[in-house]
């Protein structure tokens, strides 16, 4: 593996970037609106409940950016290298996979963190929340959690795209919100019906979200739970890396890098 | 030292009827150095060979040797050390030609990139283009772009696909001598695939004629034509075309005709060409005028795809 290969894929992520509007519209604009939306009826349910609401949710939205940047990033950023057909010269070229999908990682984890910390801001001036409010360290494994399954559902649809061309792409946008009703964002684990907990607890997420929770109110973490949820998001990682190196294979096999949709 | 050395390659494609070889068992092997030529019309294995030897296809079997390495083992090595030019990809759309530059020179691990897209750019006139994004270049100058990418890591082997398609014909001049320039003062070996017999013919050391997946035939141009030992024969009617054809017909021999000229192969001019002549007199059968040509590549290339589809 060598660093100047991924540093050019950074680069041409950055070029990207700076020339598409929807590059740089879409790490702010969502997820200020989720702040304004979701902020604006947490202050609204506040109001008919004695239960501090504000600060679980906009810690939810506030870490959900992770997951969801990171793993979209990952699909639009390869898409569109092959929308903009630059696909076959850069399979021409030394790049090999494992480069490719670090600056995927890289580039998804950047703009998750930009994002955030715009989101962060806004929610102290609006609503007075302070990040600071986290526990570092639960944040810190939070966070890596996230982005280690983020990478691994960013991986399984590039190997999608790989194997059946930009025709899917709207996988890259749709995935990650099959998994957020699952993943007990807003709301605990014990408010799901019980056919919706058994498919909730089998996710890492949905353990992430727990334990940020128990962290904000100053609960005791369940570590072990973490543990599955890293463990999974590892596991899961690994599995998608050697299903898009498949894919990848595949393709080749049947000359479709040489002939991109 | 041969630079490439394929070896029963053999590649198939699903298609509605079951399977297609893009290449058929094709063995082959190219010197430092050289400047080798595919030729062969439309889908046959030209690209797909190419697209094999710089790792964007996988063969069903075969080995494939490059710098006498083996190329599925070494292929980043490989990848390094050669690169790509085609009329058919651009590079990213969305980026300037600067910024595309630096990107592929930053993938090749090119040292001193600046002053080394500087000098090429220079040389393929797109010093003020180096702003522009590639999706606003004239084809032209997104082909230059291509080749500019091509030769920024100063490749020991390059793959040139059609990479003169839609410049200009100085512009091609250019590219060519470039080319030649290049080859000689480097020693690359460079891989050429053209639909330009002239470009072919002028650049190449030795060409491979490829149909249907297979290698029909390798050599250099002189020994090809040589090989073909053909003469184009153009006989100019202003009238009895007709019986002129009728006769052509009687004696089996298959021609051409365009606005009022006939045109046919001889292999043996005492054999065919002088009896014929002959039988032209006998029934008084009048041309106005006679032309003999040796045949060009271009008719070579016409000939033996022909003969292949029969």
């Known amino acids: 593996m060598k660093l100047h ?47 501090r609401l504000i600060n679980v949710i906009l810690g939810g939205i506030l870490l959900w950016v992770f997951i969801w940047r990171a793993s979209q990033d990952i699909a639009v950023y390869l898409l569109e290298n092959f929308w903009t057909r630059n696909v076959y010269h850069l399979f021409a070229s030394p790049l090999r996979t494992s480069e490719l999908a670090i600056s995927l990682f890289i580039v998804g984890a950047v703009r998750s963190f930009v994002a955030f910390i715009v989101m962060a801001i806004l929610s102290y001036l609006l609503y007075g929340f302070k990040v600071i409010s986290f526990n570092i360290l639960h944040f810190s494994l939070f966070v890596l959690i996230l982005f280690l399954f983020a990478w691994g559902i960013g991986l399984l649809i590039s190997s999608f795209i790989f194997r ?26 014990s408010a799901l019906p019980l056919w919706a907990a058994k498919i909730a607890v089998f996710l890492p997420t949905t353990h992430v979200f727990e334990g940020m929770r128990a962290s904000l109110q100053g609960l005791a973490i369940n570590y072990q739970s973490l543990a599955y949820a890293f463990l999974f998001s590892v596991i899961f990682l690994i599995i998608s890396a050697w299903v898009l190196s498949l894919a990848i294979k595949r393709s080749k096999h049947r000359g479709l890098l040489a002939k991109p949709e | 030292m041969n630079v490439i050395e394929v070896k029963n390659l053999v590649k198939t494609f699903p298609s509605k009827n079951g399977k297609v070889k893009a290449i ?21 294995g030209k690209s797909t060979l190419t697209n094999i030897l710089t790792g964007l296809t996988l063969p ?58 500087q000098e090429l750019t220079e040389k393929f006139m797109l010093t003020s283009h180096l702003r522009t994004p590639i999706k606003f270049l004239s084809s032209g100058e997104r082909t230059r772009t291509v080749l500019v990418k091509s030769l920024l890591n100063d490749p020991e082997l390059l793959f040139l696909d059609e990479c003169t398609v839609g410049l200009d014909p100085d512009m091609a001049e250019i590219v060519r001598d470039y080319l030649l320039q290049y080859n000689k003062e480097t020693g690359c070996t460079i891989v ?61 021999i298959p021609f051409d005709e365009n606005n009022g000229i006939l045109v046919f192969w001889v292999k043996n001019r005492e054999k065919i060409l002088y009896p014929l002549l002959e039988k032209f007199v006998k029934y008084k059968i009048v041309f106005d005028d006679i032309h003999l040509n040796k045949p060009t590549l271009e008719e070579y290339f016409i000939k033996k795809s022909r003969e292949n589809k029969r």
């Open chain 2, 24 to 44: 058929d068992n094709i063995s082959l092997s190219i010197k430092k150095g050289e400047i080798f030529g595919l030729l062969g019309v439309n889908g046959a």
């Open chain 1, 164 to 189: 059946w061309g930009s025709r899917v792409q709207v996988l890259a946008w749709s995935i990650i919100w099959v998994i957020q009703p699952f993943s007990c964002v807003f709301y605990p684990l």
């Open chain 2, 60 to 117: 069903d079997s075969g080995t494939i040797k490059i710098f006498g390495k083996d190329f599925l083992i070494h292929e980043e090595e490989i990848k390094t050390r050669s690169n790509i030019a085609t009329a058919y990809y651009d590079l990213n759309r969305s980026l300037t030609v600067r910024e595309n530059l630096i990107v592929y020179a930053k993938l090749y691990g090119v040292q001193n990139y600046q002053k080394k897209i």
């Open chain 1, 5 to 51: 290969r991924i540093t050019a894929m950074l680069w041409n992520y950055y070029y990207d970037t700076i020339h598409s509007a929807d590059r740089l519209f879409d790490v702010f604009y969502w997820p200020i609106l989720d702040i304004f939306i979701w902020g604006f009826m947490t202050y609204f349910i506040q109001g008919l409940s004695e239960v």
């Open chain 2, 192 to 252: 050429f695939t053209s639909h330009y017999m002239q470009e072919v013919e002028r650049l190449c050391q030795r060409i491979a004629f490829l149909y249907q997946g297979k290698i029909i035939k390798i050599g250099n141009a002189q020994s090809l034509l040589k090989e073909l030992n053909l003469q184009r024969v153009s006989l100019h009617f202003s009238n009895n075309i007709e019986e002129a054809k009728k006769l052509l017909h009687r004696e089996n």
